[in-house]
């Protein structure tokens, strides 16, 4: 088999543990991409869909349940419904990630993109978690003033389920299982910065950077 051109290193997370913040510093020290909502924005160009389309099958909200959506585009006819399923759109996110990954180093942030790339030999995955009371606190500190304790809890809680059922869904894997990634990271005892140091020292050992 044919070996990678380009690395890549895959970024699952909890719910603000940090983990964008992390892959922002590994690609900062790499000097890559990080590719997360730009996926999003990748899909539609390559299917002539519109992005809300993927925005609303996204990993974070699939609220009622992963079953197909009805949806409408602009054809060349004006204006037409259209049935996608979610699979359908998963697929078309997993081309893109492909493509990325064909084209260039880069970081993923979530998607279930380390899924979609495990038949790479270039290819790293992380996963970022945080201990609960700074998870409640960052969304408190980034929320309005109306957020309590109790519903930033509940926030979290909500976000991660439809995290984990849209990995567990389309992967068959279990979402956070230390078994499925090469490393698993707590930034709350680590910090960001130290997180990236060692996603970075492991990345340069493992894809021969």
Known sequence: MEKDNHYCICIGRKFCSGGRNVAALVAEQLGIKVYDRDLLKKAAQNTGFSEKFFDEADEEKTRK????LFMSHLSGNGLSNNYLSNESIFNMQSEAIRHIHE?????????CSDY???????????FIAADIDDRVARVCRHADNGMT???????????DRKRSSYYNYFTGRTWGDPAVYDICLNSSTLGYEK?????????KERLKI
């Not at 349940?65 to 197909?68: A, I, N, Q, Y």
């Open 65 to 68: 349940g992963l079953r197909g």
């Open 103 to 111: 084209q260039e180093d880069c970081v993923f942030i979530g998607r």
């Open 116 to 126: 979609v790339l495990r038949d790479s030999d270039r290819l790293l995955n992380v």
């Open 149 to 159: 304790q109790s519903k930033a809890l509940s926030l979290i809680e909500d976000i």
């Open 195 to 203: 997180c990236a140091e060692m996603i970075v020292a492991l990345a």
